[in-house]
Nanobody, 126 residues
Framework: QVQPVESGGGLVQAGGSLRLSCTSS????????MGWFRQAPGKEREFVAA????????YYSASVKGRFTISRDYVKNTVYLQMNSLKPEDTAVYYC???????????????????WGQGTQVTVSS
């Protein structure tokens, strides 16, 4: 069973930075695209960023483009989400997900992913 595990969330002031990490099982990590989603209280889960299996392609939502960067480290079997210039509206639970067979057409949709982590809370104070 594939189980991504997120870490790195916390409380930060507006304008600050955080880096989220996501680890997963080795074989899956090296061949699967990965993504980050977030869900704020009372809102739907929304796409944040995604990266192809070889790291050659990255995708971002309009709300985070230019502030967040997704990357992956094959040696450490880890995907990162570097979040800079954080805003209070970035407050949410952030989820890491492993892309499935539909990912090539569903990078920005939940159905493009097969496995999900438990989430890590990010809170940005104003």
């Amino acid at each position: 069973q594939v189980q991504p595990v997120e870490s790195g969330g916390g409380l930060v002031q507006a304008g600050g930075s955080l880096r989220l990490s996501c680890t997963s099982s080795g074989r899956t990590f090296s061949t699967a695209p990965m993504g980050w989603f977030r869900q704020a209280p009372g809102k739907e889960r929304e796409f944040v960023a995604a990266i192809s299996w070889n790291g050659g392609n990255t995708y971002y939502s309009a709300s985070v483009k230019g502030r967040f960067t997704i990357s992956r480290d094959y040696v450490k079997n880890t995907v990162y989400l570097q979040m800079n210039s954080l805003k209070p509206e970035d407050t949410a639970v952030y989820y890491c997900a492993v892309g499935g067979i539909s990912w090539h057409v569903g990078q920005t949709y939940s159905w493009g992913y097969d496995y999900w982590g438990q989430g890590t809370q990010v809170t940005v104070s104003s």
